[in-house]
């Protein structure tokens, strides 16, 4: 039988989840926290091995600041670009680099060019090969106070993470770095770093929600992916969120209303208490104000009352 659609696929995941003991649900891999449902120390030991191709394009983005929209992008803008326009989207597994078990990386060899991959990584943890091919990054980012929102709903709705006892538990986790994939603020700093090499490509949420075929258009110039007008716009209404979220079913099983929730900027006003609100001001203001990816993330703009 052909390889299970990727939203079978989840939902067979979302059963295993649903049986673990929430202390079966997380493991630290080099001082960060992971969910074990899906990642293990083989697979990261195995990244540092991974075979690049230059046309491979990459997807970083730490969790809820974009990720499975911007995929759907980047998948629509390659299946436009390939000569088979019968691409199969690959297993889940296959398509997060962290994911799934080491012996997947022989599987990758035989995906069709462009292969789109996304990760939640930090900087330091994407394979050495990616840089040394010059392979293309596209990095997301997103207000911290909107991330940590989302990323709070997402730990609460998602059977394979630990369910946080309330926000207020939440947001000193997140201030800590001690959710999954570690600091929001560590993986802000360590790709400022990196802002200006050529073949690293950095794009907000809120710029993409302000103009999506604009930011559709810059994906698509970035990755060399020369396509006409109408197809940058039909790609662009196939990636609102309604249209999304309408057939989220379908395409992510039982987390589509998972992954898909609001899909709003300025939600944190919501949660977030005054004194959270300063804390995190602070943060900000210690890590990022002065560069220019804090510069790029128009926090006075975004996380001010």
């Known amino acids: 039988m052909a390889m299970d659609s990727p939203a079978r696929e989840l939902d067979k995941v979302f059963q295993e989840f649903k049986g673990k003991k929430p202390e079966e649900l997380l493991f630290t891999y080099k001082g960060v926290l992971y969910p074990s449902t899906v990642c293990c120390s083989e697979t990261f030991q195995a990244l540092d091995t991974m075979e ?11 969790p809820k600041c974009g ?3 911007v995929k759907q992008i980047l998948s629509d803008l390659a299946s436009a670009v390939s000569k088979n326009k019968e691409r199969v989207s690959p297993s889940i597994h296959l398509q997060i680099l962290e994911f799934g078990p080491p012996e997947k990386f022989q599987k990758m060899k035989n995906l069709p060019s462009p292969r789109v991959f996304t990760a939640h990584l930090h900087y330091d943890n994407i394979p050495k090969a990616v840089f040394e091919t010059k392979a293309k990054i596209l990095v997301v980012f997103r207000n911290p106070k909107d991330a940590a929102v989302s990323y709070y709903h997402f730990y609460n ?9 309330s926000w207020d538990e939440f947001f000193q986790k997140f201030m800590r770095g001690e959710v999954c994939w570690g600091s929001y603020f560590d993986h802000a700093l360590a790709w400022n770093k990196h802002m200006d090499e050529e073949n690293i490509k950095i794009i907000t949420y809120e710029e993409m929600k302000e103009n999506l075929p604009g930011g559709v258009k810059q994906i698509a110039e970035f990755f060399g992916f ?11 209404e196939n990636a609102t969120f309604e249209s999304m979220n309408s057939k989220s079913e379908e395409t992510h099983g039982k987390f589509g209303s998972i992954f898909f929730r609001k899909g709003t900027v300025g939600d944190w006003k919501n949660l977030f208490t005054e004194g959270q609100s300063q804390e995190m001001d602070a943060k900000f203001e210690e ?9 790029k993330l128009k926090y006075d703009k975004y996380c001010k009352y």
Do not use: Q
């Open 52 to 62: 690049v191709r230059k046309d491979d394009v990459f997807l970083v983005v730490y």
């Open 67 to 69: 990720s499975n929209w």
């Open 157 to 165: 709705k998602n059977p394979g993470l630990p369910t946080m006892s």
């Open 226 to 236: 020369s396509l006409p007008e109408e197809t940058i716009e039909s790609i662009a």
């Open 287 to 295: 890590c990022l104000a002065g560069t220019k990816l804090g510069a």
